[in-house]
């Protein structure tokens, strides 16, 4: 009997993965079991020697793994690029984010901001800098903790203006989606897959990267907010 493929993933790609997983479970017979973490964490759980076949999460943080030896550098597949949206509580308020200037406004009028503690908070922090508000702001700054949907901060009434990836605001109750960042200012990260170095599995990981990869995954990434790679 064959063990289940075991992985790590961002909570970004949550809903997505459980998506195609089931897809490729179906179709193969294979098992699969994908925790999504923080993404801070899953990369400190594969830094810290996890056994994982598969780990998914930002590009970067696969590239920086794949240079440290934990996972396997001819398998890096990029699979999906995903953007930042806005959300405030349901019922509340919807301040005009439809360009970078009047968003600036919005989040300088919030009584309190919040982003993750992933890639898009990183530049989201050094929007803020180039702005010239980061000082202005810095105490109204609610940092979500690794594994925290920011969504949630802001369905419980904890933070007022939320920015995180689409895909984590979508199906989630108690709040409104504003919209995307204007173009001009959008951050979108590209999350990418890797085979784990000390996988016994790499060919039935290699095989569930292809069909995460195939035309038939691209309509369920767009369901969950997101772009092929």
């Given at each position: 009997?064959?063990?289940a493929?075991?992985?790590?993933?961002?909570?970004?790609?949550?809903?997505?993965?459980?998506?195609l997983v089931?897809?490729?479970?179906q179709?193969?017979?294979?098992?699969?079991?994908?925790?999504?973490?923080?993404?801070?964490?899953?990369?400190?759980?594969?830094?810290?020697?996890?056994?994982?076949?598969?780990?998914?999460l930002?590009?970067d943080?696969?590239?920086?793994?794949?240079?440290?030896g934990?996972?396997?550098?001819?398998?890096?597949?990029?699979?999906?690029?995903?953007g930042?949206?806005?959300?405030?509580?349901?019922?509340?308020?919807?301040?005009?984010?439809?360009?970078?200037?009047?968003?600036?406004?919005?989040?300088?009028?919030?009584?309190?901001?919040?982003?993750?503690?992933?890639p898009?908070?990183?530049?989201?922090?050094?929007?803020?800098?180039?702005w010239?508000?980061?000082?202005?702001?810095k105490?109204?700054?609610?940092?979500a903790?690794?594994?925290?949907?920011?969504?949630?901060l802001?369905?419980r009434g904890?933070?007022?203006?939320?920015?995180?990836?689409?895909?984590?605001?979508?199906?989630?109750?108690?709040?409104?989606?504003?919209?995307?960042?204007p173009?001009?200012i959008?951050?979108?990260?590209?999350?990418?897959?890797?085979?784990?170095?000390?996988?016994?599995?790499?060919?039935?990981?290699r095989?569930m990267?292809?069909?995460?990869?195939?035309?038939?995954a691209i309509?369920i990434?767009?369901r969950?907010?997101?772009?092929?790679?």
């Open positions: 009997m064959t063990t493929i075991q992985g790590i993933s961002s909570m970004a790609t949550r809903l997505l993965l459980a998506e089931a897809g490729f479970q179709r193969s017979g294979l098992q699969v079991d994908i925790a999504s973490v923080g993404g801070v964490d899953a990369a400190k759980r594969v830094q810290a020697g996890e056994a994982f076949d598969v780990v998914i930002a590009s943080a696969i590239d920086k793994l794949v240079a440290a934990h996972l396997l550098a001819d398998s890096k597949v990029d699979l999906v690029r995903s930042v949206a806005v959300a405030v509580r349901a019922g509340a308020a919807e301040p005009d984010i439809a360009t970078e200037d009047v968003l600036r406004e919005a989040v300088r009028a919030a009584r309190s901001i919040s982003y993750s503690t992933g898009s908070g990183v530049a989201l922090a050094k929007l803020f800098e180039r010239g508000i980061a000082e202005e702001i105490d109204r700054i609610v940092q903790p690794p594994g925290v949907p920011v969504g949630t802001v369905a904890e933070v007022e203006l939320g920015f995180q990836q689409l895909s984590e605001l979508l199906n989630l109750d108690g709040i409104t989606i504003l919209g995307p960042l173009a001009a959008q951050v979108i990260t590209t999350f990418s897959a890797a085979v784990a170095t000390g996988s016994l599995q790499a060919e039935a990981v095989t990267l292809d069909f995460m990869n195939s035309p038939e309509a990434k767009r969950q907010g997101m772009d092929p790679a």
